[in-house]
């Protein structure tokens, strides 16, 4: 199974950008799809999260109204877009799949990508 996230970058406060993640080795549409992110020395969070049908997602507060998860099952790929980013935003994000009911725990994820980097200057 790969999970490969594309997409960070260096922007500007408010700027946006949209996160990808190709899977493969996996039956796609069988799993949800989480994104998560980790700022040097501090702990992993939860950013966003999508069932396997698309059907629901749930965001953290921090970037509910300003994210949004989408996906592709046809394609096997799953979308962060990412708008009016903020400098706290700074990260490396990941994207994980897993066969679970809690979208928010990243310990019941069964495979992650190997994450991208996202910088957002003041």
């Known amino acids: 199974v790969q999970l490969q996230a594309s997409g960070g970058g260096l922007v500007q406060a408010g700027d946006s950008l949209r996160l990808s993640c190709v899977a493969s080795?996996?039956?796609?549409?069988?799993?949800?799809m989480g994104w998560f992110r980790q700022a040097p020395g501090k702990e992993r969070e939860f950013v966003a999260g999508?069932?396997?049908?698309?059907?629901?997602?749930y965001y953290a507060d921090s970037v509910k109204g300003r994210f949004t998860t989408s996906r592709d099952n046809a394609k096997n790929t799953v979308d962060l877009q990412a708008n009016s980013l903020k400098p706290e935003d700074t990260a490396v994000y990941y994207c994980?799949?897993?066969?679970?009911?809690?979208?928010?725990?990243?310990?019941?994820?069964?495979?992650w990508g190997q994450g991208t980097l996202v910088t957002v200057s003041s």
């Open positions: 999508i069932s396997w049908s698309g059907g629901y997602t």
């Open positions: 080795g996996l039956t796609f549409s069988s799993y949800a």
């Open positions: 994980a799949a897993g066969q679970i009911t809690y979208l928010s725990r990243w310990r019941d994820y069964d495979y």
